[in-house]
């Protein structure tokens, strides 16, 4: 039987950039880390939470998880606008509200910045692959599953035609390295999966780990989570591996089988 998940307190961030409310797990022990869970279109962070279990995993790593959760009011579906031109840019939109919670919790919890990472799903990832570019500063490791690189897009419109066919944007990523993680299914109708070899050719070094027979869902996610797929590989754990080696953690998994890196 699931065990039933950590209790998460909400929160607000306000800044000269707009505003949005969150959830924090915190852990019982002193913090070692934290990881911010962006969530997809029509989720919330409750669901996301659910369907995940990485506050389960931040228990036992001594992590700090923060859930954002995206208005209505600002995108009626519930997306991170990663595809409009207000949301694309180091200070300015969503962006900037996101690494501005961050920026609070490491001052609340005196947490180490070499020790800070970012997971997304869907728009979420693709929001993830945002802060990669504008804010490699803040966040020291990047994880995204079944979203977008970065460029391809200026409208919704542009988006839905990116999401479906996959398009090049853009040369490679000049921001310093950070270990990327870029997950996606090959099954995957809503986003295609030739947008994460895209956005691997564009990060030198990244990591690019393809799910064979996958759909739109976070891969091994809980049957409690919306768009999840319960018997796939547990992309949660090695996620959580992969930012524990990032943040030189120790590794507190069995070994995982990571694709190689992307040249």
């Given at each position: 039987?699931?065990?039933?998940?950590?209790?998460?307190?909400?929160?607000?961030?306000?800044?000269?950039?707009?505003?949005?409310?969150?959830?924090?797990?915190?852990?019982?022990?002193?913090?070692?880390?934290?990881v911010?869970?962006?969530?997809?279109?029509?989720?919330?962070?409750?669901?996301?939470?659910?369907?995940?279990?990485?506050?389960?995993?931040?228990?036992?790593?001594?992590?700090?998880?923060?859930?954002?959760?995206?208005?209505?009011?600002?995108?009626?579906?519930?997306?991170?606008?990663?595809f409009?031109?207000?949301?694309?840019?180091?200070?300015?939109?969503?962006?900037?509200?996101?690494a501005?919670i961050?920026?609070?919790?490491?001052l609340?919890?005196?947490?180490?910045?070499?020790?800070?990472?970012?997971?997304?799903?869907?728009?979420?990832?693709?929001?993830?692959?945002?802060?990669?570019?504008?804010?490699?500063?803040?966040?020291?490791?990047?994880?995204?599953?079944?979203?977008?690189?970065?460029?391809?897009?200026?409208?919704?419109?542009?988006?839905?035609?990116?999401?479906?066919?996959?398009?090049?944007?853009?040369?490679?990523?000049?921001?310093?390295?950070r270990?990327?993680?870029?997950?996606?299914?090959?099954?995957?109708?809503?986003?295609?999966?030739?947008?994460?070899?895209?956005?691997?050719?564009?990060?030198?070094?990244?990591?690019?780990?393809?799910?064979?027979?996958?759909?739109?869902?976070?891969?091994?996610?809980?049957?409690?989570?919306?768009?999840?797929?319960?018997?796939?590989?547990?992309?949660?754990?090695?996620?959580?591996?992969?930012?524990?080696?990032?943040?030189?953690?120790?590794?507190?998994?069995?070994?995982?089988?990571?694709?190689?890196?992307?040249?």
């Amino acid at each position: 039987m699931t065990q039933p998940d950590p209790p998460m307190v909400r929160a607000r961030h306000d800044s000269a950039a707009g505003h949005r409310e969150f959830l924090v797990f915190e852990p019982a022990t002193k913090p070692r880390g934290l990881v911010m869970m962006l969530h997809g279109c029509a989720q919330d962070p409750e669901d996301f939470a659910r369907g995940t279990g990485m506050n389960a995993i931040a228990a036992r790593q001594g992590w700090v998880v923060v859930w954002p959760e995206q208005s209505t009011g600002d995108n009626a579906n519930g997306c991170w606008n990663w595809f409009r031109t207000g949301h694309q840019s180091r200070g300015f939109g969503e962006p900037a509200i996101l690494a501005g919670i961050v920026e609070d919790l490491i001052l609340d919890h005196r947490l180490a910045r070499a020790r800070v990472a970012v997971a997304g799903f869907s728009a979420g990832a693709a929001m993830t692959m945002v802060l990669r570019e504008t804010y490699p500063d803040v966040f020291r490791a990047f994880a995204s599953h079944s979203g977008l690189g970065t460029g391809l897009a200026r409208n919704g419109v542009a988006a839905l035609s990116a999401m479906r066919e996959g398009r090049e944007g853009g040369g490679v990523v000049k921001a310093p390295f950070r270990p990327t993680l870029i997950v996606h299914g090959t099954h995957d109708d809503v986003v295609s999966p030739s947008n994460a070899a895209q956005a691997a050719r564009r990060l030198p070094g990244s990591t690019l780990r393809l799910i064979p027979n996958l759909g739109h869902a976070w891969s091994g996610g809980r049957p409690e989570g919306s768009f999840t797929a319960p018997g796939f590989p547990d992309i949660t754990l090695e996620i959580a591996d992969f930012f524990a080696r990032a943040m030189g953690q120790s590794r507190w998994l069995p070994s995982l089988p990571f694709a190689a890196r992307a040249s």
